[in-house]
C-alpha cells in the first residue's frame, strides 16, 4: 500500500463542493470559486481559509497572479477517490487480522451498484497478479 494514501482522508462538505468546482473548471481565483458557489457564495475568507486548508492537504496546488493566489487540483477526482478507499481499506485490513470482512464489503458494495463491477474487479485482480510476477 502506498504510504501517501494513508494521509488522505475524507474532505468535509465545504471542501468536497471545492473540490468539484476546481475540478470542474480550475485553475481559479478564491473570488472565482465564491462566485461559481452561486447562491451559496460564502464570506472571502471563508473560501481562502478552505482552499489553504486543501492546498496544506495536498489536493490543490497554487501559484500567485499578481495579489490573487490561482489554486488547481493536484489529483483528478479518481486519484482522489483511489487513494481515500487504499487509506480506508488499509486502516481497516491489518496482517495479523481476518480480511474477509472487508474484501466482502468491497465486493458487495462494487456489486450493488452494478453488477459490472464484479467484472472490473476480476481483471484488476487478474492484472495485480500479472504485474507481481
Known sequence: MKTRAKSIRPLGTLEERVMHIIWRGGPLSVREVNRRLGEDALAHTTVMT?????????????????????????????????????????????????????????VDAAAEIDEENLVRLEALIAERRISSD
Not at 77 to 89: I, S
Open 50 to 106: 478552505t482552499l489553504d486548508r486543501l492546498y496544506k492537504k495536498g489536493l490543490l496546488s497554487r501559484t500567485k497572479d499578481g495579489v490573487a493566489s490561482i489554486y488547481s487540483a493536484a489529483l483528478t477526482r479518481d486519484e482522489y477517490q483511489q487513494r481515500l478507499v487504499e487509506a480506508t481499506v488499509s486502516g481497516l485490513m491489518t496482517k495479523d487480522g481476518d480480511a474477509a470482512p472487508v474484501l466482502a464489503a468491497l
